[in-house]
């Protein structure tokens, strides 16, 4: 059985009360079909109340949007590792296009991530993507191939591993990559990871994913899952979407 992945980032929004109320409509709405998880990042402020509301449901999972590479000590406003899984979460995502280009997250910080996630026992979720200009300067390989790199430079190769490729042009402007495009980046993602022998791997795609270009990007083999922005955010819509994103 094909199994597919369907990410929900929610980024700055849902607190812990609305997070509540979200996971009753989505849980509301049914069992979910065989072979479908549903992983969910809510900001750190609500991993408890998800955890709590998803219990231990086997199709479904909670994740942090970001954590800091130390596991504990002075670093305000951060959280770490040890910290994300206390208060539920199995995994992480690292080097989102939001971090790397709002932030200012480097490369090599994305490769601390990645190792502090492995020794928190959190699944890693590598986001990596190149900007509209990379593209059309026929970057789009090398960038991703050098963020894989950098993400992979220290971390122990094993265990699960799942890579988002979100082009940076892509996300949050409804401009989606076509299935075809994104499967070309696909492809090169797990040969990398093959050759480098990093472990099992999942490429999932994300960028203006909605209700409309989920079930045709979800067509393409090369693609295994989807990490949902916007269309995450109404319970409704991404009980749909999860429901009717794949035949
Ligand atoms: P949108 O689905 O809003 O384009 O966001 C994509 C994204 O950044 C998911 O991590």
């Not at 050759?195 to 209700?211: I, Q």
């Not at 990490?227 to 009717?244: I, K």
């Given at each position: 059985?094909?199994?597919?992945?369907?990410?929900?980032?929610?980024?700055?929004?849902?607190?812990?009360?609305?997070?509540?109320?979200?996971?009753?409509?989505?849980?509301?709405?049914?069992?979910?079909?065989?072979?479908?998880?549903?992983w969910f990042f809510p900001p750190a402020v609500s991993?408890?109340?998800?955890?709590?509301?998803?219990?231990?449901?086997?199709?479904?999972?909670?994740?942090?949007?970001?954590?800091?590479?130390?596991?504990?000590?002075?670093?305000?406003?951060?959280?770490?590792?040890?910290?994300?899984?206390q208060a539920g979460a199995r995994a992480v995502l690292?080097?989102?296009?939001?971090?790397?280009?709002?932030?200012?997250?480097?490369?090599?910080?994305?490769?601390?991530?990645?190792?502090?996630?492995?020794?928190?026992?959190?699944?890693?979720?590598?986001?990596?993507?190149?900007?509209?200009?990379?593209?059309?300067?026929?970057?789009?390989?090398?960038?991703?191939?050098?963020?894989?790199?950098?993400?992979?430079?220290?971390?122990?190769?094993?265990?699960?591993?799942?890579?988002?490729?979100?082009?940076?042009?892509?996300?949050?402007?409804?401009?989606?990559?076509?299935?075809?495009?994104?499967?070309?980046?696909?492809?090169?993602?797990?040969?990398?990871?093959?050759?480098?022998?990093?472990?099992?791997?999942?490429?999932?795609?994300?960028?203006?994913?909605?209700?409309?270009?989920?079930?045709?990007?979800?067509?393409?083999?090369?693609?295994?899952?989807?990490?949902?922005?916007?269309?995450?955010?109404?319970?409704?819509?991404?009980?749909?979407?999860?429901?009717?994103?794949?035949?």
């Amino acid at each position: 059985m094909r199994y597919l992945v369907f990410a929900a980032n929610w980024k700055m929004n849902i607190g812990p009360l609305e997070a509540r109320y979200y996971l009753r409509s989505f849980l509301d709405a049914g069992p979910l079909p065989a072979g479908r998880e549903v992983w969910f990042f809510p900001p750190a402020v609500s991993l408890e109340a998800v955890a709590q509301s998803i219990k231990s449901r086997e199709q479904l999972l909670v994740g942090a949007q970001d954590i800091y590479w130390e596991p504990k000590g002075p670093y305000t406003g951060a959280i770490s590792g040890p910290l994300a899984s206390q208060a539920g979460a199995r995994a992480v995502l690292v080097g989102h296009s939001e971090r790397r280009h709002v932030f200012g997250e480097t490369d090599e910080q994305t490769g601390k991530k990645m190792a502090a996630a492995s020794a928190a026992d959190l699944q890693p979720v590598l986001c990596v993507g190149e900007t509209l200009e990379q593209r059309e300067a026929g970057q789009t390989l090398a960038v991703v191939t050098r963020q894989l790199e950098a993400a992979f430079a220290g971390r122990p190769r094993s265990g699960r591993v799942t890579v988002a490729y979100e082009p940076v042009w892509a996300i949050g402007t409804g401009r989606n990559a076509t299935p075809r495009d994104a499967a070309e980046v696909h492809t090169a993602i797990r040969a990398w990871m093959g050759a480098h022998k990093v472990g099992e791997t999942r490429v999932l795609y994300g960028g203006s994913v909605n209700l409309k270009n989920a079930a045709e990007l979800l067509a393409e083999p090369e693609i295994d899952g989807v990490l949902v922005g916007g269309a995450s955010l109404d319970p409704h819509t991404w009980a749909e979407l999860v429901r009717t994103g794949a035949t």
